[in-house]
């Protein structure tokens, strides 16, 4: 199974009430971040609480996708697991001592050894009862927990959400809808997970939070949205996420889970995709798009880290949709006919 390619579902939603915002007066930023040294893309997925290190992949001269990690200046230190090519680092501890992330990623989902790397060592593969997992590593905590999931280790094609901690798979994450995929992608120190689920009768993707036992979906309210997808929540219930509309392109956005609000956070500077990964204590997001990497900033300049680029500044616009609006979203779903989406040439996989 190639998680590159989905079937996925087209959609107008353009009838539905939705209470929405034009852009306010506050402006955020996208700072750019110093590509990998003689890379041809760099990619960053995440960011510590300090806002000073980050963690990502980038494409190297030989080809391959690399891992790497290091100072918002530009000092990076590269790395793979042993015996693997193309690595992504999917994330980065607030404190910046642990990363999580997978290997392999020209093959298929299954194929995708997946492992954790405290600073200072080697990238070590996370295991199930001495089982090597694959699928995907991502998000981490405060209590150095991450999520992910992992593809059935009996072989029966079926994958996982999951959390685990320091190698080792911990236990499976289970939501509210049947599913041959469930995707798990963020923590936070609450024990809230955001990840999504692949609707099994059109191949869908559809966003998910799972709080104190009970799994809400989520979709970006655009008219135009196809699948939607969530990466990343901190302490205070921000997440992070991306959706892709009927033509083809990847959006981004930042989700406020108590007040059900998102932000939409698009480089202008985009063709394809935007595609927005971890997100810190403070609010940053690490965010990728066609154009380049970037940490979005939605604070005072002041409060903002700098990289030296100049920042392209972005409107902040935001659209609530209540808890009623957001379930006649997803059902209005699941009547349409499926359209094939694929995810375009460069864009990170999900």
């Given at each position: 199974m190639r998680i590159r390619n989905y079937t996925m579902l087209a959609l107008g939603v353009s009838g539905l009430a939705l209470a929405s915002t034009a852009a306010d007066a506050r402006k955020a930023q996208l700072i750019p971040v110093i590509p990998f040294p003689g890379a041809t893309t760099t990619t960053v997925f995440g960011i510590t609480d300090?806002?000073?290190t980050i963690g990502g992949s980038y494409v190297g001269s030989d080809g391959n996708s690399?891992?790497?990690?290091?100072?918002?200046?530009?000092?990076?230190?590269?790395f793979d697991l042993s015996g693997q090519t193309s690595t992504q680092a999917r994330a980065i501890s607030g404190d910046g001592k642990w990363l999580t992330g997978f290997s392999n990623i020209t093959d298929v989902h299954c194929n995708f050894p997946e492992w954790e790397l405290k600073v200072g060592g080697a990238a070590q593969q996370i295991t199930k009862d001495?089982?090597?997992?694959?699928?995907?590593a991502q998000?981490?905590?405060?209590?150095e927990q991450f999520a992910g999931?992992?593809?059935d280790t009996g072989g029966s094609g079926t994958i996982f959400g999951q959390l685990g901690k320091k190698y080792k798979w911990k236990s499976d994450v289970t939501g509210s809808f049947s599913s041959a995929y469930t995707g798990e992608r963020g923590v936070n120190a609450a024990g809230t997970v955001v990840g999504f689920y692949?609707?099994?009768?059109?191949?869908?993707?559809?966003?998910t939070v799972i709080s104190g036992g009970v799994t809400t979906q989520v979709i970006d309210p655009g008219p135009n949205e196809n699948y939607t997808v969530l990466e990343g929540v901190n302490d205070d219930g921000l997440a992070s996420g991306q959706w892709q509309d009927t033509s083809g392109i990847v959006h981004s956005f930042s989700y406020d889970i108590s007040g059900a609000t998102f932000t939409e956070i698009d480089d202008p500077n985009a063709a394809s995709f935007t595609q927005a990964w971890g997100v810190n204590k403070k609010g940053l997001i690490?965010?990728?798009s066609d154009a380049g990497p970037y940490i979005y900033c939605d604070l005072?300049?002041?409060?903002?880290p700098s990289t030296g680029a100049a920042a392209i500044e972005v409107d902040v616009k935001t659209m609530h949709v209540s808890p009623a609006e957001m379930r006649r979203l997803v059902e209005a779903k699941k009547g349409h006919p499926a359209v094939k989406q694929v995810l375009p040439k460069g864009a990170a996989l999900q």
């Open positions: 300090d806002g000073g690399h891992g790497f990690y290091g100072t918002i200046d530009g000092t990076y230190t590269s001495g089982t090597p997992l694959f699928g995907e998000g981490l905590n405060k209590d999931d992992y593809c692949v609707n099994g009768g059109t191949g869908l993707q559809i966003g690490a965010v990728t005072k300049p002041s409060k903002c």
